[in-house]
């Protein structure tokens, strides 16, 4: 593990891939992202990337990202700045400078919006995020399970509108309000929240995983140079397994709280033939179940690859007719105590069920 | 029976077919011509000739062409565009076309306007669009020289006015300007749909006359029937729509030879290779269509977010140009110019089709003109030929197990009887001309895409009303009721909102009927 290391062009690439296969079918799509990250280090700007354990326990670190519907992001695009407009927000608010940028979520576009505001405002990246995946709500990330503050924190919109969130009662409420703001925003904002202490990150991040994300990508990209089918090799680098492979023949969708859920039936091809699997999303694969039998449950990842590129299909362009490999990846631990279950377990999406670890010899 | 012809204009070749009902009664192959007209009244005399047919009781004329394709690939005849983006301040920091290749963004896209202006997606200006800033844009637009433009909205899917408005003041201030608007050619996802429309903008001139030059051929050889060019689905629209839409033509040149290879071989799920002059098409047909592709497509190196049929292309052909020492085979073609440049019709460049004719694989030419290559020399090139294909079919396939794979197009002779992989080489009857059956055979589409709020309705009944207007507006457009059915349904949940807004989009083909 390099203690820093700076993004090449290339890291770009392997990460937009990884981001997505992490993004478990939600988490919106880096590309956009990707592209100006490219344009700042060809302009001369660098990302450097720093291990979190080394991180000095006083040094404040902040979490940055955008919220809201993926869909947004793709047609109205960022305007570029207003990442690191929020950052600057909440360090006129603490009277300090800050330290280090982190991610809130490695999955999707937010696993490379602080690099954004890293590149522009000469900040280093920590190599960790808060959910080592996508997760649709807000506090669902291991900073708020494990007890850290969510104000004050600060929202930008591409106008450079600042809400700043001084005080809330927890990340629950952070969430309300920061999603009543965003929808007047226009449906997608920029945050940065609460400057965290070096060691409550390394208390309470999921280590490592923008290096895990390079990683997935690197796989992937290397099994596709070779025209070689990338799942076999993706899976077996990150400990998963398969769990089904097939054809999408219905998918259902429905918008309830603002969210897009649905459920998508794959019907079995090959091996799989004869058998339905049904994967119940919203706006990320929550649940695979094969008739009555739970394959695969959140906080596990559960993601949906084109059968032949491995390319990740996000929900939101999930489609009749697609062949699809179905993969399951163990959570990373912080996801997977009593204390997290209770916020990212099936119960937390509304499932009667409890989490059962996913069984990797499928 | 109803008579129609199919014509594919290639590259290299133009193909034109006359079908009876289901039977394809003639056909013929001729060189596509530099100024295209000429080269589709030679296929079309020699075909009318051959079939002793009668001009007046042709129903309807299907054109397929890869002329818009290629334009962007080669980068030839392309106008230079000005494209212009209204959504400041959001997108900044993404200019237009940032993701091009550097050499067609230097000929096509020097002129870029980045405005204040867009809609959020429930419709409210991001901010006020000026029109102030418009006009001083039109003025620079106009001192450049530039004709042709390209106009994005941010959110113009969901309310278009903004892209209209900006058209007016273009129209005013330089009425000879063609416009396009992204509205009208593709869906939401910024970046992809104002690829399009830039790539739309800077065919519109070619459009013209390449339109105007099939018109011509036709008026020449005494028919009238009407006239419709096959859109990338496989599906046909008008010549006056094609001639304003000419990127809805792309890739309609491989699903027209899937769909005609299918047709004309009965099998209905196989991988297919067409090989025309230049390059060499892949596909897999499912249930007599092909697959499509899954996710964004890139169109001479550019991302589009249209559907497409999922095609690996590599440069293999007829006209292929080939080089010793390396050996490198393609991706240069001579295109039209096969029977001045090649070795075998006394020219100086050596070809694909030299080789196959060396080999022995092909008749045509003149052989003895080939006798200064070395045995050895033309093996190695027919096995890397073989292996090209081999490689390029491995990949398409869907599943390990051998598969049928159909060679169609006039320069499948490359494809050896033997590959791995394949479990039989199928060699269609009228396998040369399999795109113009495509198109003649080619189906008239309906489409609906519009936004509703669920909320007094479900969405079954949302959906049912939605595939009922589409099979409508199909038999509006000429398919025969009784072969219409629903192809594609999409839901798009526009997440975030307070009201369950669902925006759905439902294609419906069938049958063209056409005047007895």
């Known amino acids: 593990m390099d ?247 219905d998918v259902l969708r429905r918008v309830t709280g603002g969210f897009a ?102 | 029976m109803q008579q129609r012809i199919g014509i594919d204009v290639g590259g290299t070749n133009t193909d034109a077919v006359l079908m009876q009902g289901q039977e394809v009664v003639g056909w013929v192959k001729t060189l596509t011509t530099a100024d295209v007209t000429s080269g589709i009244v030679t296929a079309l005399q020699e075909l009318l000739q051959q079939t002793s047919a009668v001009p007046g009781a042709i129903r309807g004329v299907m054109i397929g062409t890869t002329h818009f394709t290629n334009a962007v690939v080669q980068r030839r005849h392309l106008t230079p565009v000005a494209v212009v983006r209204l959504g400041l301040p959001a997108t900044e920091c993404v200019p237009p076309l940032t993701d091009w290749p550097e050499d067609l963004r230097e000929l096509v896209g020097q002129a870029t306007y980045m405005l204040p202006g867009g809609h959020e997606v429930d419709g409210r200006p991001i901010v006020p669009f000026e029109p102030q800033a418009m006009e001083d844009a039109v003025y620079d637009i106009k001192a450049r020289g530039l004709t042709d433009v390209a106009i994005t909205s941010v959110f113009s899917p969901v309310d278009p006015s903004l892209e209209r408005q900006a058209t007016a003041i273009v ?48 008026a020449i050889v005494g028919l009238h029937a009407p006239l419709f060019l096959t859109q990338n689905d496989g599906t046909l629209m008008s010549a006056a729509y094609a001639e304003q839409y000419p990127v809805l033509t792309f890739a309609s040149g491989p699903t027209n030879s899937m769909r005609g290879a299918a047709f004309l071989t009965g099998v209905a799920d196989a991988m297919v290779i067409d090989i025309g002059g230049t390059t060499a098409d892949v596909g897999a047909l499912v249930k007599g269509f092909p697959r499509p592709a899954s996710l964004a497509v890139e169109v001479g190196g550019v991302r589009t977010n249209f559907r497409m049929p999922d095609v690996y292309s590599f440069g293999l052909g007829g006209g292929s140009i080939i080089t010793a020492e390396p050996l490198r085979i393609g991706p240069q073609s001579v295109g039209y110019e096969l029977t001045s440049q090649a070795l075998a019709f006394g020219g100086t460049v050596l070809t694909a089709s030299d080789i196959g004719l060396a080999a022995g694989l092909a008749v045509f030419g003149a052989v003895h003109l080939l006798h200064g290559l070395a045995p050895s020399f033309i093996q190695r090139c027919v096995d890397t030929i073989g292996q090209m294909i081999a490689d390029s079919v491995d990949r398409m396939k869907i599943s390990a197990a051998p598969v049928p794979l159909i060679a169609v197009g006039g320069g499948s002779f490359l494809v050896p009887d033997a590959l791995a992989g394949v479990s039989q080489v199928l060699r269609a009857p009228h396998y040369a001309v399999a795109n113009a059956v495509g198109a003649a055979i080619a189906q008239i589409s309906g489409e609906v895409d519009h936004t509703v709020t669920l909320g007094t309705r479900s969405r079954d009944e949302a959906l049912a009303q939605a595939k009922a207007l589409a099979v409508e507006r199909a038999v509006t457009a000429g398919a025969h009721p009784d072969t219409v059915q629903v192809i594609d349904v999409e839901e798009i949940p526009l997440t975030y909102l307070p009201s369950n807004a669902l925006r759905i989009r439902v294609k419906a083909v069938g049958d063209l009927q056409l005047p007895e």
Request: aromatic letters at 6%.
């Open chain 1, 261 to 362: 859920r649905g459920e998508v039936t794959i019907e079995g091809l090959d091996d799989y033939s004869g058998e339905h699997l049904t994967i119940d999303f919203q706006n990320e694969n929550l649940i695979a179940r094969c008739g009555e039998m739970v394959l695969c449950t959140v906080p596990d990842l559960i993601c949906i690859l084109e059968r032949d590129t491995a390319t990740p299909i996000n929900t939101e362009l999930l489609r009749y007719g697609f062949r699809v490999v179905v993969v399951g990846f163990p959570a990373p631990a912080p996801l997977t105590s009593a204390q997290a279950l209770q916020v990212v377990g099936p119960q937390a999406f509304g499932y009667d069920l409890s989490y059962r670890p996913l069984a990797l010899t499928p």
């Open chain 2, 171 to 218: 129209q005013r201030m330089v009425p000879e300007a063609l416009v396009t608007l992204s509205c009208d050619i593709g869906r939401l996802g910024l970046l992809e749909r104002e690829n399009a429309a830039v790539m739309n903008a800077c065919l519109r001139r070619m459009g013209r006359t390449t339109v105007q030059a099939f018109r011509q051929a036709l």
């Open chain 1, 3 to 249: 203690i820093a290391w700076d993004i090449t062009p290339d890291d770009l690439e392997a990460l937009e891939i990884g981001a997505n296969v992490l993004g478990t079918g939600g988490g919106g799509n880096p590309y956009t992202v990707k592209l100006y990250a490219r344009e700042l280090l060809k302009q001369g700007k660098r990302i450097t990337v720093i291990d979190p354990l080394t991180l000095p326990d006083d040094a404040l670190v902040v979490a940055v990202g955008g919220m809201g519907a993926p869909t947004v992001s793709i047609e109205r695009i960022i305007r570029g700045d207003e990442f690191l407009h929020a950052v600057r927000a909440l360090e006129r608010h603490v009277g300090r400078r800050i330290d280090a940028l982190i991610s809130k979520e490695i999955g999707g576009s937010n696993s490379m919006r602080p690099m954004l505001a890293a590149a522009l405002g000469n900040l280093p990246v920590v190599d960790g995020d808060g959910m080592g995946r996508a997760f649709p709500e807000l506090q669902m990330c291991t900073f708020f399970i494990y007890g850290l503050p969510a104000a004050p924190a600060a929202l930008c919109d591409i106008r450079h509108n600042v809400v700043l969130f001084e005080e809330v009662r927890d990340a629950f409420w952070l969430e309300r309000m920061a999603r009543a703001v965003t929808i007047q925003m226009g449906c997608h904002a920029a945050y940065a929240m609460a400057p965290w202490s070096g060691a409550e990150i390394k208390r309470t991040a999921v280590l490592h995983t923008v290096t895990q994300a390079r990683a997935i990508g690197a796989v992937v990209l290397e099994a596709r140079r070779r025209q070689e089918n990338p799942i076999p090799p993706l899976v077996a680098s990150q400990g998963g397994c398969v769990l089904f492979q097939g054809k999408i023949v």
